[in-house]
């Protein structure tokens, strides 16, 4: 009895986590950049049950012997194994904002392993030590004419330095080159590289790292990919919100039927204790 009560406790858990997930994505679906989350619900290893009988004596050999008879296999529950992003593509949308860039991913390798494509970032000078990444790019120039994202982080040129601009007189070309006053060539804005971006540590405010803290490589020259940045326009989020919903009453739905279970296995625990108990 007490061994499907944890089991339909387990599914109660996974499904809450799966809930929670859910709304944090709905919540960020107008978020610019913001990639949804996805979760992967699995089950933990099937336990094999047996029964086991009276010790006695086989009339045969004259030695003592245990009857072990395999019942079958038991389900001890589920639990979420891992929540990755999904790095696919937002609408871009326009906004006419000489701050406002957006990434679009024109081609990038796939894994032959995984069969997952890579993704690009913007490149972020973080506030400790080596560099954060976003696709978030609502960018905007600070007292002092860096280029930062809303957070206040500075953002990073190809050769990893700050980019500071004289005023909001400038072009972003579709290959990252900034053009400023006179036709001349400020910076090119930073843009790096991820092939397994499932690998990246995701941080909070869309920001992303690497767990071993080493700096990703950048994209103009990494062979196979092509993509190009938009000025005055932002990549939204990739919250698919109707689907979403529904992923959320399916996951509603099914935390209410283990809780059902749950409460069936409450009801006959009372029942032993305190009717079947005072026999």
Same mark, same amino acid.
């Given at each position: ?18 809930? /929670?997930? $859910? ?16 979760? &992967? ?5 099937? +336990?094999? +049950?047996?029964? +086991?009988?009276?010790?006695? #004596?086989?009339?045969?050999?004259? *030695?003592? #012997?245990? %009857?072990?008879?395999?019942?079958? =296999? $038991? ?7 891992? &929540? ?9 949308? @326009?906004?006419? $904002?000489?701050?406002?860039? @957006?990434?679009?991913?024109?081609? *990038?390798?796939?894994?032959?392993? &995984?069969? @997952? ?6 490149? *972020? /000078?973080?506030?400790? /030590? ?9 960018? &905007? ?87 190009? *940045? ?14 979403? +919903?529904?992923?959320?009453?399916? !996951?509603?739905? %099914?935390?209410? @039927? ?5 409460? !069936? ?6 029942? =032993? ?7």
């Amino acid at each position: 009895m007490f061994r499907g009560f944890y089991t339909v406790a387990t599914g109660m858990i996974a499904q809450q986590r799966r809930t /929670e997930l $859910l709304s944090n994505n709905i919540t960020n679906a107008n978020t610019p950049g913001y990639k949804a989350d996805q979760s &992967t619900i699995r089950s933990f290893p099937d +336990m094999l +049950m047996s029964r +086991m009988t009276k010790s006695g #004596t086989n009339l045969e050999s004259g *030695l003592n #012997t245990t %009857a072990n008879n395999q019942i079958g =296999a $038991l389900n001890a529950g589920v639990y979420m194994q891992e &929540t990755l992003p999904d790095y696919s593509q937002g609408q871009i949308t @326009a906004t006419d $904002l000489t701050t406002d860039v @957006a990434l679009v991913d024109n081609q *990038l390798p796939t894994d032959a392993e &995984t069969g @997952a494509k890579g993704a690009i970032f913007f490149r *972020l /000078e973080h506030p400790t /030590e080596g560099e954060t990444y976003t696709r978030n790019g609502n960018f &905007t120039l600070d007292p002092q004419g860096y280029l930062t994202n809303v957070q206040g982080l500075y953002v990073l040129s190809d050769s990893g330095q700050r980019i500071q601009l004289q005023n909001d007189d400038y072009q972003i070309m579709d290959d990252g080159r900034i053009i400023g006053a006179g036709e001349q060539e400020v910076a090119r804005i930073g843009v790096s590289y991820a092939a397994q971006p499932d690998t990246l540590q995701k941080q909070d405010n869309g920001l992303y790292r690497t767990y071993n803290g080493e700096d990703l490589p950048s994209a103009y020259t990494v062979n196979g990919v092509s993509f190009n *940045l938009k000025q005055g326009y932002i990549e939204r989020s990739n919250v698919d919100a109707s689907k979403t +919903m529904t992923e959320m009453l399916t !996951a509603y739905r %099914a935390f209410e @039927a283990n809780q059902k279970v749950l409460q !069936a296995y409450d009801r006959s625990m009372d029942k =032993a204790v305190n009717e079947i108990g005072k026999v």
